[in-house]
């Protein structure tokens, strides 16, 4: 398996003076996913947890519904083929909705999780929990103090300054757990997939920080784990802030320093 990051050499040019130097990158590595044998998703991810991140995409696209429907999670190469890790397979119970979804295989990158989804009533999962009904309040000191906390945590990103993380937090600002990868959504996964396979969801009660900004796709990761607030360091997108207010959920943007806007369900945002 690829190391989470790698060296390459390059030139730094200042002053019209060049230097040959060594950087450290983020590795950047494709992951098929299959289900029961059968193709799903190849997604571009920074390797490292990654059942967490394929048990969390089956979760967050419908595959599962529970954690336990998920019997087996196990690397897998074709005859003849060299072990990379870079392939992996998910083993599901009969009565996990996987199948079906693995008729829509498509294609995702580290830049956007939704990618070869034929339209927006496709991604429109149903949540099996409510968190409209989660009544978690949070503290605007609190909540103004996650970044500096998902920040501080964030060890891979102190040496490559090139990927993004998700942080899981309780109401009092407790980090349960950190995932870092080159994208959002996989970030988000690992996040979720740790807590399926932990036996934690639905997360109620919860805040999930997002690095970047907090995208439909994002919005809707959240709503799949139950988690009620959903909070970003940038903007929300219109589609983010739409299906939060429709599924009750509370979303936070633009949290930076003691000044965030809080877009829909203000309710829990405690003064």
Known sequence: MAGVTTKRRLVHIE?????????????EEPLEIRVDGSALAVTMRTPGNDFELAAGFLLTEGAVERADQIRRLRYCVDDGETQEFNVLNADLSPDAPGRSVAERSFVTTSSCGLCGKTSI?????????????????????????????????????????????????TPDGELV??????GRHNAFDKV??????????PLRGHVILASGRAS???????????????????????????LAEESGMTL????????????????????
């Open 192 to 201: 979720i997939g740790w807590a399926g396979l932990d036996g934690r969801l």
């Open 121 to 169: 009533d496709t991604v429109r999962a149903r949540s099996t929990f409510d968190v409209r009904s989660d009544d978690v309040t949070v503290a605007p000191a609190v909540l103004a103090s996650l970044p500096d906390q998902l920040r501080a945590a964030q060890r891979v990103f102190e040496s490559t300054g090139g990927l993004h993380a998700a942080g899981l937090f």
């Open 177 to 182: 757990c950190l995932r870092e990868d080159v």
């Open 252 to 271: 936070v943007g633009f949290l930076r320093g003691q000044t965030m806007n809080v877009y829909v369900g203000e309710q829990r945002v405690s003064t």
């Open 216 to 242: 439909f796709e994002l919005t809707q990761k959240a709503l799949m784990a139950g988690i009620p607030v959903l909070a970003s360091v940038s903007a929300p997108s219109s589609l983010a802030v739409q």
């Open 15 to 27: 002053d019209g003076s060049q230097q040959v130097r060594f950087d450290t990158l983020v590795a």
